[in-house]
């Protein structure tokens, strides 16, 4: 359900080689009472990474995703998350050893991707901009 807690899988082999589905049913197993609802809803998204540029959600927060990059890019496009359809703006924050560091507070997303330029061995911290300026910063660039 829409807000309640979920085991995130981020792997695409984990359900290639059925160990999902193992771990679904071992939940069942450990949980008998979901078996009478008779639906498990999984909501998955995938990790994205093309050579040493990744895009992953934050497992302990569904409404931020990391981006990393080890050399640096410009003007590469991801897609964001299903769940996140509507979004059409989001927060950008540098992820630093003191915390965060705000660099834009209101990127535009374009038909569900987000197009964002990374300095070499830089870690950005994203999350909606609609209703989503909760986070403590640092300050800015």
């Given at each position: 359900?829409?807000g309640e807690p979920m085991y995130n899988v981020v792997y695409p082999r984990e359900?290639?080689?059925?160990?999902?589905?193992?771990?679904?049913?071992?939940?069942?197993?450990?949980?008998?009472?979901?078996?009478?609802?008779?639906?498990?809803?999984?909501?998955?998204?995938?990790?994205?990474?093309?050579?040493?540029?990744?895009?992953?959600?934050?497992?302990?927060?569904?409404?931020?995703?990391?981006?990393?990059?080890?050399?640096?890019?410009?003007?590469?496009?991801?897609?964001?998350?299903?769940?996140?359809?509507?979004?059409?703006?989001?927060?950008?924050?540098?992820?630093?050893?003191?915390?965060?560091?705000?660099?834009?507070?209101?990127?535009?997303?374009?038909?569900?991707?987000?197009?964002?330029?990374?300095?070499?061995?830089?870690?950005?911290?994203?999350?909606?901009?609609e209703g989503g300026g909760r986070r403590k910063t640092q300050g800015t660039r």
């Open positions: 359900m829409k359900w290639e080689a059925g160990m999902a589905q193992r771990r679904i049913d071992g939940l069942i197993r450990m949980i008998p009472e979901l078996r009478d609802g008779h639906t498990i809803h999984v909501d998955v998204f995938i990790a994205q990474r093309e050579d040493d540029d990744l895009f992953v959600p934050a497992l302990w927060n569904p409404r931020e995703i990391i981006a990393y990059s080890r050399d640096g890019y410009v003007h590469r496009a991801w897609r964001l998350p299903e769940d996140w359809q509507g979004v059409n703006r989001v927060h950008l924050h540098r992820i630093t050893l003191k915390g965060l560091v705000l660099l834009d507070d209101r990127v535009g997303v374009d038909a569900g991707r987000l197009t964002l330029s990374l300095q070499p061995d830089e870690a950005v911290s994203i999350s909606p901009a």
